[in-house]
């Protein structure tokens, strides 16, 4: 058995949620802005140079035809 489908006014509130329910507060999005400007001033790691070991490093001697 289901029960009877109200016929009357449905009220507007939305019950236990409050009224900005599913909105970012102000402070939430004045952190992600202050994040996203971070991230922007940050410069991109540019890749640095090859690092070629000493004379005899690890045990790897490179031949006349250099590194491969």
Same mark, same amino acid.
């Given at each position: 058995?289901?029960?009877?489908?109200?016929? $009357?006014?449905?009220?507007?509130?939305?019950?236990?949620?409050? +009224?900005?329910?599913?909105? +970012?507060?102000?402070?939430?999005?004045?952190?992600?802005?202050?994040?996203?400007?971070?991230?922007?001033?940050? +410069?991109?790691?540019? +890749?640095?140079?090859?690092?070629?070991?000493?004379? $005899? $490093?690890?045990?790897?001697?490179?031949?006349?035809? $250099?590194?491969?």
């Amino acid at each position: 058995m289901s029960a009877p489908t109200p016929t $009357g006014h449905q009220p507007d509130d939305r019950g236990l949620q409050p +009224p900005a329910f599913g909105q +970012p507060s102000p402070a939430l999005i004045a952190r992600a802005d202050r994040g996203y400007a971070r991230f922007l001033a940050t +410069p991109a790691a540019a +890749p640095g140079p090859v690092h070629e070991p000493e004379a $005899g $490093g690890h045990g790897q001697d490179h031949d006349a035809a $250099g590194p491969r």
